[in-house]
């Protein structure tokens, strides 16, 4: 088996002298949909928080691509790795749909040819109603929808979602899986999710992965047709080493 995109070891967070994540290990494999359920405070998004480096108050290792994530740049992570978080953060400034979808996919310099990615996005997303509006002024479930395009657009060889589903009616749901489906299957892009809907997601899951009081108390693996991962992501080389700092 070939070495995990990312291996979670004996990684605790404490918060008040109560245990709010202790993962002992966890390997995490490329090209695979990783799902991570269970209630409320069970520790779901302070683990994805981790994995973005979002969150530093843990001890333990996470190795990402096998070199220590605390010793990668943050600027070449974040090419590789994008998260979507349940909590938005507007612009203080005005923008247009367009400019800020524009402005977030073409900062991410890996892609090839970002402008065709964004173009082919909102067509799959049936984003044209919104480009003029004035991001600010959307609902927090338009927001929700155009920053799950961007995601998209960006085209990482990570996707982090925290909330899957939040706000979205079972239509964008459906169409969000399909996509997804895709980038797993073909592109070979890692996702991993945080929710509470895990039933709406068997087509794509790999793993399941249920945390209670911030252990991991199950984990189901789900047999998937094998796929020849052809589109982008197979290129992608290992470019961190052990020497570089945050």
Not at 150 to 175: P, R, W
Request: aromatic content about 8%.
């Amino acid at each position: 088996m070939k070495n995990p995109i990312y291996s979670v070891n004996k990684v605790l967070v404490k918060q008040d002298n109560r245990d709010i994540l202790d993962v002992k290990q966890l390997d995490i494999h490329r090209g695979s949909c990783y799902v991570i359920y269970g209630d409320v405070g069970s520790g779901k998004s302070t683990l994805l928080n981790i994995l973005f480096k979002s969150n530093k108050t843990f001890s333990g290792t996470i190795k990402y691509e096998n070199n220590d994530l605390s010793g990668i740049k943050n600027s070449d992570y974040y090419k590789e790795v994008y998260h979507v978080s349940q909590e938005l953060k507007l612009p203080w400034f005005k923008i247009t749909v367009r400019d800020y979808i524009n402005k977030n996919v073409m900062s991410h310099t890996n892609l090839g040819d970002p402008k065709k990615r964004i173009k082919s996005t909102i067509n799959k997303m049936k984003l044209n109603k919104y480009l003029d509006r004035d991001f600010k002024k959307l609902s927090d479930g338009e927001r929700r929808w155009i920053e799950l395009a961007v995601s998209i657009a960006c085209d990482t060889k990570v996707l982090l979602i925290d909330g899957f589903g939040q706000y979205l009616g079972e239509e964008k749901i459906n169409i969000l899986s399909q996509i997804l489906y895709r980038k797993i299957n073909y592109d070979g892009v890692t996702v991993i999710i945080c929710t509470h809907i895990r039933e709406r997601l068997s087509r794509i899951a790999s793993v399941f992965i249920r945390l209670d009081q911030g252990k991991i108390v199950s984990v189901r693996s789900k047999k998937r047709k094998q796929s020849n991962h052809k589109g982008s992501q197979k290129n992608h080389k290992n470019k961190f080493s052990s020497n570089q700092k945050k």
